[in-house]
């Protein structure tokens, strides 16, 4: 079998069809909904919440908090539907900002943030930026178990919070979405920290695509306390086109989502491998991003087997191939 990559520098691998044990690849969607109708579908049925129109009051202070550059959620074109409910519930453009939920990651500029959300957003809305490391910033919300939940200001300030992400299997908390838009995105330093290194003692196997584990019970746990209201998650396929929307509860939506992407990017295989060749794409923006790739190749590569991983930086004019 020949494989190729989506890369220029890297050539195609042909493996006899002896060595084989699978090509693994998220499955694709024959024919998805349109997107205008997924979307206005969710939201006006949401998963044990009220419609978000019903939710708010006009003289609510709303917070959308919404994932960066290194995640494929279509910001720009979730965020009309999602203010049309706002302004059906009475609330006016002044009672309605954004938090970039960076997490550790870099700020972003001006034309990211216009390319992210739309020129009309960034002209018409306050945009704040997340700096975990600012202690001015953050603000105590308790404890969630043994760790403190310290959280960006603007949401514990706000009186509805609404999360905005990706829901994909993720190698610390099973999956993305959901309460992790809060822990790591808009936490403290300490916090981002600890929870990273809490997942890291455990064993991959019993994380990644795992949708009930305990780095997402104490994430769930940290974003309702920190005062997440309400989610709007997007389950996407290997094209990055929008396959689902899932609205309401955050805790009870999300494993809604979760359910659909696991169907989507979780696959058997027969046996590990001893070679497992893994690339990155579109997870590349920075080697930061392309290591979830990596962290993939270990549910599926023997203890003493060998993972070789191709990632070439694609914001870079010309592409740079790292092995």
């Known amino acids: 079998m020949r494989i190729t990559f989506p890369y220029p520098d890297v050539s195609p691998l042909d493996v006899p069809d002896k060595n084989l044990l699978g090509y693994i690849h998220p499955k694709r969607v024959d024919s998805p909904a349109p997107e205008e109708e997924l979307i206005r579908g969710a939201l006006r049925n949401p998963i044990s919440a009220p419609r978000l129109c019903d939710a708010v ?3 609510h ?87 403190p939940v310290l959280v960006n200001r603007h949401v514990v300030e706000a009186d509805f919070v609404i999360g905005v992400g990706h829901i994909v299997p993720h190698r610390s908390h099973g999956f993305g979405g959901g309460g992790k838009i809060i822990l790591p995105g808009v936490a403290a330093k300490a916090c981002v920290d600890r929870m990273h290194w809490m997942a890291a003692q455990i064993p991959i196997a019993n994380l990644l695509g795992r949708i009930e584990n305990p780095i997402r019970r104490l994430t769930d746990e940290f974003a309702l306390r920190a005062g997440l209201s309400y989610i709007i998650d997007v389950v996407q396929d290997d094209e990055e086109r929008l396959v689902g929307v899932w609205a309401g509860d955050p805790v009870k939506a999300h494993r809604k989502g979760c359910e659909q992407s696991r169907e989507i990017y979780c696959v058997s295989i027969p046996e590990p491998a001893d070679i497992c060749v893994i690339d990155s794409y579109p997870a590349d923006i920075d080697l930061w991003q392309a290591n979830k790739a ?15 991983f191709l990632w070439a930086i694609s914001m870079l004019p010309e592409f740079q191939l790292v092995r």
């Open 61 to 147: 202070a709303v917070l959308l908090v919404v994932d960066d550059l290194t995640r494929p959620t279509p910001i720009a074109r979730l965020l009309p539907p999602i203010l049309d409910e706002l302004h059906q519930g009475g609330v006016e453009d002044s009672r309605i900002a954004f938090l970039m939920a960076y997490g550790s990651h870099r700020d972003m500029t001006d034309e990211e943030k216009r390319e992210r959300l739309g020129n009309e957003i960034v002209d018409r809305y306050v945009v704040l930026d997340h700096h975990y490391d600012d202690e001015n910033q953050l603000r105590d919300r308790g404890r969630s178990g043994e760790m």
């Open 294 to 308: 990596l962290f993939a190749s270990e549910a599926a590569v023997k203890p003493e087997g060998v993972a070789d």
């Open 57 to 59: 009051r006009p003289e």
